[in-house]
Nanobody
Framework: QVHLVESGGGLVQPGGSLRLSCAAS??????RAWYRQVPGKERELVAR???????DYADSVKGRFTISRNNAKNMLYLQMNSLKPEDTAVYYCNAIGLALRDYWGKGTLVTVSS
């Protein structure tokens, strides 16, 4: 079994910062990406690790968000700075496991509002 647990979400004012964490356990090959979703919209990629440990970001978060991970601890992080109201969403951690199956956590809510 694979379990992903996100944490670190909350209410923050515009311009503020949050750091999301994802703890992974089980038969994980790679904890690799953050996605987000708002009601009525499709889940969208926020940031990810690609081949060779390079990183890739959505244009809307470039320069503000930083993805990082600790492979030894199966932890994934997302440092979010200069937050905007449009960053409000449920943020999900994504991992790939055996048989190259995708796994998702339950998400953590980030609300950016004054």
């Amino acid at each position: 079994q694979v379990h992903l647990v996100e944490s670190g979400g909350g209410l923050v004012q515009p311009g503020g910062s949050l750091r999301l964490s994802c703890a992974a356990s089980g038969s994980i090959i790679s904890v690799r990406a953050w996605y987000r979703q708002v009601p009525g919209k499709e889940r969208e990629l926020v940031a990810r690790f690609t081949v060779g440990d390079t990183t890739d970001y959505a244009d809307s978060v470039k320069g503000r968000f930083t993805i990082s991970r600790n492979n030894a601890k199966n932890m994934l992080y997302l440092q979010m700075n200069s937050l905007k109201p449009e960053d409000t969403a449920v943020y999900y951690c994504n991992a790939i496991g055996l048989a190259l199956r995708d796994y998702w956590g339950k998400g953590t809510l980030v609300t950016v509002s004054s």
